[in-house]
């Protein structure tokens, strides 16, 4: 029962992180950082969560989590109901995780493959993307093995060419940071449970951040006012919308991020950010390793 609590207290370290996270103000200054905090305290929850229920039924084994899995289908007649049933809980919820990542990723490849196809039959190569000839102001990137950069007729009669480099810039800031990755795992999982209200404040919180890293990347080879312009006019414009699987510029909390471009905040005092870094790493380290340990 050690085991247990030790997965209990990673499981709370991640969740407090997350919290922490959730309502943070500091995260907008520093997307990347955030980014790394959401991603190492979702799969601490994950793990510390299989961790709990497979330590708590594998406990008369008094061996690690792996060798008494391995030992578990010839000496399962050793766990009462109780133990058994936590295992079965551990077991289903992994498999469950994990095929539901993989029937998501099957799904947006298979969008991204038709749109691509699509593209070829609708797009004409320009000097620096596709061009697709409609009126509505649109522009992303979709990612894969070789990503498209895609922008309409429409968004570049809308955008001044100063304006049109830096959204072009926020879009292969995407492609080259391969940010679908990052937000791939958080989108399943909002897919699995799609009325959870709390999940999908999460899911739209990391969308935010990856928007905002690009937003940076831009910032730095255009400057900040070209592309907070080119989001005011795609905003006022009224945005076109964005393939499945594609990945926009203009989509996710404009205003927000358009005040964030004008108005920069302060670095702020890393401490927290250190701190809160160091215990989800101690916690994710700690959850694994008790796969291995006794029990």
């Known amino acids: ?5 030790h997965q209990l207290a990673a499981f709370g370290v991640a969740a407090m992180v997350a919290l922490w996270l959730l309502r943070g103000r500091w995260t907008h200054a520093h997307p990347r950082t955030a980014l790394v905090l959401w991603q190492l ?33 010839g000496r399962w007649q050793v766990l009462d109901a109780w133990h058994l049933t936590a295992v079965a809980a551990g077991l ?50 979709l990612p894969g093995r070789t990503p498209r950069i895609v922008v309409s007729a429409g968004a570049r009669r809308l955008l001044t060419d100063a304006e049109l480099d830096a959204v072009l810039a926020h879009e292969r800031a995407h492609a080259r940071e391969r940010h679908h990755l990052v937000v791939a795992p958080f ?18 919180t990391i969308e ?5 890293c690009a937003d940076d990347k831009a910032a730095r080879q255009h400057g900040r006012e070209p592309l907070a312009s080119a989001l005011e006019r795609f905003h006022a414009s009224g945005f076109g919308g964005t ?3 594609a990945l926009a510029v203009a989509t996710t909390s404009v205003q927000a991020r358009i005040r964030r471009l004008r108005e920069p905040g302060r670095p702020g005092f890393p401490l927290g950010r250190m701190v809160a870094g160091s215990l989800v790493v101690c916690a994710l380290a700690t959850s694994t390793a008790l796969f291995a340990v006794p029990l």
């Open 1 to 5: 029962m050690i085991i247990v609590g």
């Open 41 to 73: 305290s979702g799969l601490t929850l994950v793990v510390s969560t299989i961790g709990a229920l497979l330590a708590f039924g594998l406990a008369p084994y008094r061996r690690g989590l792996v060798p008494a899995l391995v030992d578990l289908p």
């Open 92 to 141: 289903t919820l992994a498999g469950w995780l994990v095929v539901n990542q993989l029937l998501s990723l099957v799904s947006t490849a298979r969008a991204r493959a038709r749109h691509r196809l699509l593209l070829q039959l609708v797009a004409r190569q320009g000097t620096d993307a596709l061009v697709v000839d409609h009126p509505v102001a649109v522009a992303y990137c």
């Open 187 to 204: 989108q399943a999982l909002r897919g699995l449970l799609p009325g959870n209200a709390l999940l999908a404040r999460v899911c739209e």
């Open 208 to 212: 935010l951040l990856v928007e905002m």
């Open 243 to 245: 393939p499945a699987g």
